[in-house]
């Protein structure tokens, strides 16, 4: 009698899994952290953090300060951000520690070293 194969030489051929095979294996809910922390490293996941974070800067400053700036990339721990005129950079310097401080804070981790300002 003829061995089965699959289609390649020298090799015997596997069962296959259908979904219903797998029907009986119960199944818990996970949280949405624990299954994405096996699939990202961490310089992936820290990527993904700092840009939730630069996302969540108009609720973490204010109106004023978010109407006249734009975070747009931490890069190496420092948060670059454009600021709309040289009187803004200038009260922003002296806010400095405080707004590191906030985006610190907010991300559960020092995320945010220093500001440069445009």
């Known amino acids: ?6 289609g390649r030489w020298g090799e015997a051929a596997r069962p296959r899994r259908h979904r219903r095979d797998l029907d009986h294996v119960e199944r818990k809910p996970q949280a ?10 961490r310089h992936t996941r820290k990527r993904l953090e700092d840009a939730l974070l630069l996302k969540r ?13 734009e975070a747009l990339r931490i890069e190496g721990g420092v948060l670059l951000l454009r600021v709309s005129h040289p009187v803004w950079r200038s009260e922003l310097a ?3 520690a405080e707004l590191i401080d906030k985006l610190n804070t907010a991300a559960g981790r020092e995320a945010v070293r220093d500001i440069h300002f445009r």
Do not use: C, Y
């Open 1 to 6: 009698m003829a061995d089965q194969h699959d």
């Open 32 to 41: 949405l952290d624990s299954v994405l922390g096996g699939l990202f490293d």
């Open 57 to 69: 800067w108009p609720e973490l400053v204010g109106d004023d300060i978010a109407r006249n700036t």
């Open 94 to 96: 002296g806010l400095k």
